[in-house]
């Protein structure tokens, strides 16, 4: 009825044509009358196999015969031909998973051996044997998203020192000494991959201590210097917060807004944050 | 393809009064599970004497869309048409999340509609625009206001301004059996554009919008046939022993790619229009049709069994080239590209039911996204955010809406014939 359903059908019954074919040879070479009710279009194809008579039956036989085995050959070599495209597609695939698997091998293995040296060797000035972004603490996470790549000429060092730093911050809670060391980081690596987050830390540290006006400047400035990085809208949430405690509301609600429309932790917050303190 | 029983479903099925009249209506049945609602508030001013009211008309391409829910005007507080009669109170208190205000005012040329897009929640005006046009251009003016606000809160390109095709058979043999139909996407202002006695298949929209071309069967053979929607004029591109079919317009709309089979099995061809020089793209002793070309027009994709199986592939024309697409299952045909080149959809048999499956290209992923049976002839929409099918339903031919993820699903029966081979246009230039 429909050209495109009977070509569906077609593709479907491909392998039905190749004996169907068969099926019309066949009832030339025997003449066997059981098979005559089986397909009409046997009723035009041996019309002029009848008259061939017996001379050129011999050679008719032949050319039936090449014409069989060369259906059937079709018919093998399009299923060897989708054997061949699904195997070089697993293979692709396989490769690809080959490789996955490596890298991420690869890190867990950086990321164990990197614990393991933090283990044996707790100094802070010690240099990390492994680089690589593991993600067992919140600042390596944090690095691992930042978008400025460093260029450094050790990128273990790097790390360590930046690492350092936090630890003080975070862990040691040692404010004066983390403030140091993390403007340390930032006059050693200005464009680094840490230089960031040491901005936004810096941020955080003089709100902490309550110096408002320092705090303002480091999140300014890290919004100035990666307005991209991946620490930028948690700065901006802290830097609104910051904005009200100087009682810059207009400034304030502005940049809680703006947080507020994105997505994330932050916007939460900031989201929070108004309806507390702007009854927004 | 025999035909099969189809079971009715039972569905909620929600009838717009604005597309009464048209032949083909929309029944929702699978939405996303909150749409936004937006209140599509009467506008001011003169109104369209021919009874489409162009608030209802948006209220209803935002509703088709699926993202949307239109607050009716019946439930409104107040019917504001400015600025300062807006009172977020109460609108908060109805849940809208958007309101669209406005005045139509009319002058010789036609009629002007003046619209604002304000979102309640931050109280803040979106954006203000007019679109204009002339007194029979109601529905334009609707459709082209609704893209606007679409666009402006789900950042996709609306599609409520394009159009599609469709062929119905109207069961009945004589001179008009099967005609080859025009409407726009909510199926309203449908237009004959050629009825013949004879089936017309696969209708194909140039890029520029202005021709369609289709496979007729009233030479007794099939035949391709290239129609002018401006002149009007039809011409004949071909007239081959064996198969014509499944034109495809080249996205330069100087090329027309399509199957023939003059030379014993189905081959790939390309036809320049203007030169008439034929080229032949694919050479090989299986079955390669349904071509497709991709956004660039380097290459087209094409179903072909050459693999003992029909499966989608692609072929450079300049390279000749040929790579399978699909791997997933024993029956992938009819391959779309979507407008960013980056998947395609195709009607994928499993378990010995056809449905439209969608798949990207470059992971292979491949998702199914109808539930129907005997799913087939997929188009996707300029925007690549939904696409039309033909299915089955109450043992009629009718079309089917699918957007991409599954998530929103419709129905577009028709009053009259059956209706398959969708054709959705591109965007209006």
Same mark, same amino acid.
């Given at each position: 009825m429909y050209c495109k359903t009977l070509m569906a059908a077609a593709l479907l019954a491909a392998a039905n044509f190749v004996f169907a074919q068969v099926e019309v040879e066949d009832r030339t070479i025997?003449? +066997? %009358?059981?098979?005559?009710?089986? +397909? %009409?279009?046997a009723t035009v194809e041996p019309a002029p196999a009848a008259p061939a008579s017996t001379a050129v039956s011999g050679g008719g036989n032949n050319i039936a015969e090449l014409f069989y085995q060369m259906q059937v050959m079709q018919q093998e070599i399009l299923e060897l031909r989708g054997l061949v495209e699904q195997q070089t597609h697993q293979i692709k695939q396989l490769k690809q998973q080959r490789l996955d698997d490596y890298v991420d091998l690869d890190r867990r293995i950086s990321a164990l051996g990197q614990s393991g040296a933090a283990v044996s060797a707790p100094g802070p000035s010690s240099t990390a044997p492994v680089a690589s972004s593991a993600a067992n603490s919140a600042a390596a996470t944090a690095a691992s998203s930042a978008t400025v790549v460093g260029v450094a000429s050790s990128p273990a060092s790097e790390m360590a020192h930046y690492k350092s730093a936090t630890k003080l911050v975070l862990?040691?809670?040692?404010y004066d000494e983390g403030i140091a060391r993390l403007k340390e980081h930032l006059e050693l690596y200005p464009k680094g991959r840490y230089a960031g987050n040491a901005e936004y830390w810096l941020g955080e540290v003089y709100l902490a201590e309550g110096d408002l006006e320092s705090s303002r400047q480091w999140f300014e400035r890290l919004m100035q210097d990666f307005?991209?990085?991946?620490?930028v809208p948690d700065a901006k949430y802290k830097l609104g917060t910051v904005y009200h405690q100087l009682g810059m509301d207009t400034q304030a609600q502005q940049i809680l807004q703006e947080v507020s429309m994105s997505s994330g932790n932050a916007a939460k917050l900031a989201k929070d944050y108004l309806k507390q303190n702007f009854n927004g | 393809m025999t035909l099969l029983k189809k079971i009715g479903l039972i569905v909620v099925c929600v009838f717009f009064a604005s597309a009464a009249q048209a032949q083909i209506t929309i029944e929702i049945t699978q939405g996303v599970d909150e749409p936004t609602p937006i209140a599509v508030v009467p506008f001011g001013g003169v109104h369209a004497s021919?009874?489409?009211a162009i608030h209802e008309i948006m209220a209803n391409d935002l509703r088709m869309s699926g993202f949307f829910r239109p607050i009716a005007p019946a439930d409104m507080l107040s019917h504001p048409s400015r600025q300062e009669d807006i009172y977020y109170r109460d609108w908060r208190l109805l849940g809208a999340t958007y309101i669209v205000i406005g005045n139509i005012s009319r002058d010789e040329q036609g009629f002007a509609l003046e619209y604002e897009l304000y979102d309640v929640v931050s109280q803040q005006r979106l954006f203000r625009k007019i679109t204009r046009g002339g007194t029979q251009a109601v529905r334009d003016i609707a459709h082209a206001a609704s893209d606007q606000v679409y666009e402006a809160i789900t950042n996709i390109r609306g599609i409520f301004s394009t159009k599609m095709l469709y062929v119905e058979d109207m069961g009945v043999d004589g001179p008009s059996r099967y005609r080859l139909v025009k409407a726009d996407i909510d199926g309203a202002r449908d237009q004959v554009l050629f009825s013949s006695s004879q089936p017309l298949l696969s209708p194909a929209w140039s890029s520029d919008m202005r021709q369609v071309a289709y496979v007729s069967f009233e030479t007794s053979r099939p035949a391709i046939f290239r129609h002018d929607l401006v002149t009007g004029t039809r011409e004949q591109l071909t007239n081959f022993r064996g198969l014509n079919g499944a034109p495809a317009w080249s996205p330069d709309d100087r090329k027309l790619a399509f199957v023939l089979s003059k030379d014993g099995n189905p081959e790939l061809y390309t036809l320049d229009i203007a030169t008439k020089k034929l080229t032949r793209v694919t050479n090989h002793f299986a079955i390669d049709t349904e071509p497709n070309w991709t956004p660039d027009g380097k290459s087209l994709i094409f179903t072909s069994n050459r693999g003992g199986s029909p499966q989608i592939y692609q072929i450079g024309l300049a390279s000749g080239r040929v790579e399978r697409l699909t791997f997933d299952g024993d029956y992938n045909a009819r391959g779309r590209v979507s407008p960013d080149g980056k998947s395609i959809v195709m009607v994928h048999r499993e378990n010995g039911v056809f449905h439209i499956a969608w798949q990207d290209?470059?992971?292979g992923d491949m998702r199914i996204l109808t539930e129907t049976w005997l799913d087939e002839s997929p188009t996707i929409a300029p925007n690549g955010a939904m696409l039309l099918y033909a299915t089955q339903y109450n043992n009629q031919g009718v079309l089917a809406a699918v957007s991409m993820d599954a998530g929103l699903k419709f129905r577009l029966p028709s009053k009259l014939g059956d209706v398959r081979e969708p054709a959705w246009s591109p965007f209006p230039k």
């Open positions: 025997d003449n +066997s %009358p059981s098979n005559a009710p089986y +397909s %009409p279009a862990v040691d809670k040692n307005p991209l990085h991946a620490k | 021919d009874g489409a290209i470059a992971s």
